[in-house]
């Protein structure tokens, strides 16, 4: 039976996830069970729910006002959906040896028009998550640009851009679809911005299609990448302005933590009376900030803008960082949160 929502959500500073959660040491071992092919479907199934279960348990017991499902049924971000897209096959991966980066995971080529037959999955991640939790959710889902990251277009497109369309065809479905089911916070992660050099007009159209006529409160998360606790991308977020603000969206959500809040001084102008995503806690590091350390960064954001503007959250995913570590972060930055809340509050 359905859980109904009882969780309230603060009307200053509320907290929330990016999206994924730090795996448990049990689930890499048995992922590793699953790749040898010692698991059946209803062992996965279970290994699945289970997860999810505790990365929602988790942030629960940290505090946060709006949770995810900790993307647990995914897998490096986006190499999950690509076993869901017909089109394309797999190629050899460009570096084997050495240490795992952003030329280690395996590639794809599209040999024929892409295509998503049975959708994305996340309306049954949603459905799941939103059965186990009394807590609002919200429901991530990568841009149309990055779920193309690790495809190249090969002979079936002219280019990047041609093969992003039939995604963001796909997911403006997926999202009308999680609409329909009850969803009313949607985040489009769009790493690839800053990452993939160049097109900004192409990007921005692309995005854009991929929410247009998505009736909920869409936020649009730009960083810098993260693999290994490594960024892929130049860390400013300066050179897409003003473009990226012809984006729809009702909130933009920045990584800031990692950069020691450089450009926070600009976000009034770059957001305007849209909410900012404020990322408190860096997922690049093994540093656990204090709920201090959060309330400062808090407090120098509001030096450029209004609290009532601001949602707190971590950088980016927590899918990097071992799971003790994720657990103490999430407990600082909803502390911390709440230090400046009191303080605004009397």
Known sequence: ????????????????????????????????????GGYGRTDERELYDDAVNMAMLDQEKSGVDIISDGEMRR?????????????????????????????????????DKLGVPDGLGIIEEYRYARANTTKPIKVTCPGPLTLTIHIRPGDAYK??????WHFAEAINRELKA???EGVDYIQLDEPS?????????????????????????????ICFGNLTSRPRGKRSFAWMFPKVQECRYD????????????????????VGDKKLGIGVIDVKSFYVESPEDVAERIRLAMEYGPAEQLV???????????????????????????????????
């Open 1 to 36: 039976m359905e859980h109904e929502m009882t969780s309230s959500i603060p009307s200053l500073l509320p907290t929330t996830v990016i999206g994924s959660h730090a795996y448990p040491g049990w689930m890499w071992t048995a992922l590793d069970e699953v790749e040898k």
């Open 75 to 111: 897998w490096y971000f986006v190499q999950s959906f690509y076993k869901r897209i017909e089109g394309i096959e797999q190629e050899p991966e460009l570096r084997k040896v050495g240490l795992y980066g952003y030329d280690s995971p395996p590639r794809y080529k599209a040999v």
């Open 159 to 164: 280019d990047r851009v041609e093969m992003s």
């Open 178 to 180: 999680l609409v329909d």
């Open 193 to 221: 911005f800053a990452v993939i050099p160049g097109q900004l007009d192409d990007w921005v159209d692309l995005y854009n299609a991929a929410v247009e006529g998505v009736n909920a409160r869409i936020a649009l998360h």
């Open 251 to 270: 909130e933009l959500v920045l990584e800031y933590a990692n950069r020691e809040m450089s450009e926070i001084e600009y976000w009034k102008d770059w």
């Open 312 to 346: 707190v959250n971590p950088d980016c995913g927590f899918f990097q960082l071992p799971r003790w570590i994720t657990r103490l972060k999430l407990d600082a930055m909803v502390a911390g949160a709440q230090i400046v809340r009191n303080e605004l509050e009397g």
